[in-house]
């Protein structure tokens, strides 16, 4: 488990599509690093967009913004990338040579890194070497990437490379799991979520 604690990426009411720390939860579990990892979407009448889902802009999550989980510095963040194209059936793929796309790593106390992914080219509102606190804007919602549609990936790890470092569970700040306040529990896909400071506030 994580030693630091950390806030959601966003705010509002958001959903969990894919992670967990068992085995069967996992976003990925045999990719070391990403076997923690969440990918965190809006949702609405349980469906992530509206009218054509080939159309990036008519998924609630496009554009929102993220959120920095925890005070920082931002280590690594790479802003080159246009974004992945949603095909039939919305089949994973990446338009790219980098399955993050654009992406943004912070360094933690404690050695603990946040690798956030998928991210809106040219939306950045930081840059490498930033001191970054808890609740800033980082960034917006984008499609670059190994994706399906717009989305967050978010994971911790235990160092910088991406293909190195192993996946920390996460332990988050109090957050509201459908009008439950959980505080010792992880969160799994299937879950909507939101942070409990923030639980008015509604992205849709």
Known sequence: MSKNKYRLPFDGLWYIEFGGVTKKTSHSWDIISQ?????????????????????????????QNIICPR????????????????????????????????????????????LICHILKDSFKVQI??????????????????????????????????KTAKGIPITFKDVKVQNKIIKKKYLKCGMYVKNEEKCDKMLY
């Open 129 to 162: 070497g930033d001191f970054v606190k808890e609740g800033q804007e980082l960034a917006k919602v984008g499609n670059s990437g190994n994706t399906m549609g717009p989305h967050i990936h978010y994971q911790v790890q235990n160092g910088y490379d991406y």
């Open 71 to 114: 005070d920082g510095v931002v280590f690594d963040l790479v802003n080159l990338y246009d974004d992945t194209k949603i095909v039939d059936e919305r089949k994973v793929i990446c338009d790219v040579k980098d399955i993050r796309g654009n992406y943004i790593l912070i360094k933690h106390d404690n050695n603990e890194y946040s």
């Open 35 to 63: 076997r923690y990892a969440y990918d965190f979407e809006i949702r609405k009448d349980d469906k992530p967009y509206k009218l054509d889902y080939h159309d990036k802009n008519n998924y609630y999550s496009y554009k």
